[in-house]
């Protein structure tokens, strides 16, 4: 578990390796599995993380990485399962960072359908204008201006990016790059550098960390116990699981969605909708209002 821990961003399949083997001495533990599943979607097996972290998240009554399960469904080509996640979710129960990963993997998913418009709609949120700087701001701000560089908003995406890169400063997003790619300045660098470069919103770039630390976690109570008995029968059921998908054939969006192009004003026409008017305050998801 430790060696998991260490390697799980320089070498997340070795990484993976690691938390393997610990679930075959300890599959009962609940931090086992969320480090099998943690592991395994830094190094790109998608359904091994989803049916790792449903196992996990059947264990523990937590549902604190929804927003990696739902990217692993966009990388899986499956973007209606990332967006019926996003529906589902008890935002009661979510804290503001997860539901803001949600939202912002949601929005891709409307993206990765053609959506575009949707998209950009879904990200108008309250949030995206605080003056107060959260560790998710910079993550969020990127993904809306990826969004609006997306319906052709060149000028209003560039003003985004910068607003990203004002607040980024752990270097979380490429932001500073994108805008002086936007600015017309070519950037040379490793090609290999490029390659692995992902912004929010793409397949991949959810911050994905253990809810607690991976070497401390307790012995399984007797319910674990139980649960953990039919485990191993339900980790490949879990992983195929079929989801009802709604008919997401048009750009409609459902009243949680639709509730992020709310009337309001920021007195920033930086935000504003494509067609005029300022940018929205009132609306929002309710995921990322949580």
């Known amino acids: 578990m430790v060696a998991t821990g260490q390697l799980i961003d320089e070498d997340p399949a070795e990484a993976l390796a690691h938390a393997l083997a610990a679930r075959r001495l300890a599959s009962r533990i609940a931090a086992v599995r969320e480090a099998v599943g943690l592991a395994a979607y830094h190094a790109g097996e998608w359904q091994t993380a989803i049916a790792e972290l449903r196992t996990y998240h059947r264990m523990s009554g937590l549902q604190s990485h929804l927003a990696v399960l739902a990217d692993c469904e966009r990388a899986l080509g499956r973007p209606e399962r990332a967006i019926d996640l996003f529906r589902g979710a008890d935002r009661e129960k979510l804290d503001q960072a997860v539901a803001t990963e949600l939202l912002i993997v949601a929005a891709g998913a409307r993206g990765d359908l053609g ?19 959260e560790p998710w701001t910079a993550r969020l701000r990127y993904a809306y201006a990826d969004a609006l560089l997306a319906v052709s908003r ?87 699981a079929t989801v009802p998908a709604d008919d997401l054939s048009d750009d409609e969006l459902t009243d949680d969605e639709a509730g992020s192009v709310a009337a309001g004003s920021t007195g920033d026409d930086s935000g504003a909708r494509a067609g005029g008017g300022e940018a929205t305050a009132s609306g929002g998801s309710d995921a990322a209002q949580r």
Do not use: C, H, N, Y
């Open 115 to 133: 959506q575009k418009d949707a998209a950009v709609a879904m990200l108008q949120v309250p949030e995206l204008t605080s003056e107060t700087a």
């Open 154 to 240: 060149r000028e209003e995406a560039r003003e985004w990016f910068s607003r990203a890169a004002d607040v980024d400063a752990e270097g979380e997003t490429d932001a500073a790059e994108r805008l002086l790619e936007l600015d017309g300045v070519v950037i040379e660098g490793d090609e290999e550098d490029e390659e692995v470069a992902s912004g929010p919103g793409a397949p991949g770039a959810v911050p994905a960390r253990p809810d607690a630390d991976l070497t401390g976690d307790a012995e399984p109570t007797d319910d674990e116990d139980d649960d953990a008995d039919d485990e191993d029968d339900e980790q490949a059921e879990a992983a195929v």
